[in-house]
């Protein structure tokens, strides 16, 4: 049982490159997310999900997409990067609400991206 | 969703209890209030959660008054290895239960 698995771990991308930050999950959770964190911040949405073929925008949606082909994997797709996008990015899942509310979600480890 | 408010920053000595408060003034009838802890260059880690009145596990105890305006969570006897940055997080069940990051608190403990 691996929790949340994100790759690659580091990353270097030039202005206008795009590029794809892996996401997977091997709890049948329900919902996933995606967060970045710029220096001395705190975490922002970017999209989530909350099952298979269902997404909806965060926060910070602009130069992001997403997609949520099966219920273990939430890839997410830098368009054409900018310095701005120059962040850790942590994706995160949980099992759906059930009977009340279950806000205990998992992390992965991170991606430190920079944009040059 | 509602917007929490919690300090910056507290500073606390090992073996003490510390108590960070968060104020979230416009919490909904079906809002959830979670709290988490991050160290530096990992993923946030889930310490509790709870709807109202008193919640405890093995780490944490979470207080919520009756108006449930605000949260306080409580960490007995902290150590050096407590030190991180703590978020308060409002879930709204009715948004699909978002979890939206503010700022945290940013606790030091010392020797």
């Known amino acids: 049982n691996a929790g949340v698995t994100q790759t690659p771990k580091f990353q270097v991308l030039k202005t206008g490159q795009s590029m794809t930050l892996q996401c997977a999950q091997d709890?049948?959770?329900?919902?996933m997310s995606w967060y970045r964190q710029d220096p001395g911040m705190g975490l922002r949405l970017i999209h989530y999900s909350v099952g298979a073929g269902i997404t909806d925008q965060g926060e910070v949606p602009n130069g992001y997409n997403v997609s949520r082909s099966t219920t273990e994997d939430f890839p997410l797709r830098l368009l054409s990067a900018a310095p701005s996008q120059t962040s850790v990015y942590f994706c995160a899942s949980r099992s759906g609400p059930g009977t009340g509310m279950n806000t205990e979600a998992f992390f992965g480890q991170g991606t430190r991206l920079t944009v040059v | 969703l509602a917007k929490t408010t919690q300090p910056i920053s507290m500073d606390s000595y090992e073996g003490q209890e510390v108590n960070i408060t968060c104020s979230h003034n416009n919490i909904a009838t079906n809002d959830y209030i979670t709290w988490y802890q991050q160290f530096p260059s990992q993923g946030p880690r889930f310490i509790i959660q709870g709807y109202k009145t008193k919640v405890t596990n093995e780490v944490a105890s979470l207080f919520i008054p009756a108006d449930r305006k605000s949260s306080t969570l409580s960490l007995p006897r902290v150590s050096l290895s407590d030190t991180a940055v703590y978020y308060c997080?409002?879930?709204?069940?009715?948004?699909?239960?978002?979890?939206?990051f503010g700022q945290g608190t940013e606790l030091s403990v010392k020797p």
């Open positions: 997080l409002v879930a709204s069940y009715n948004q699909g239960g978002k979890l939206i």
């Open positions: 709890m049948n959770h329900e919902y």
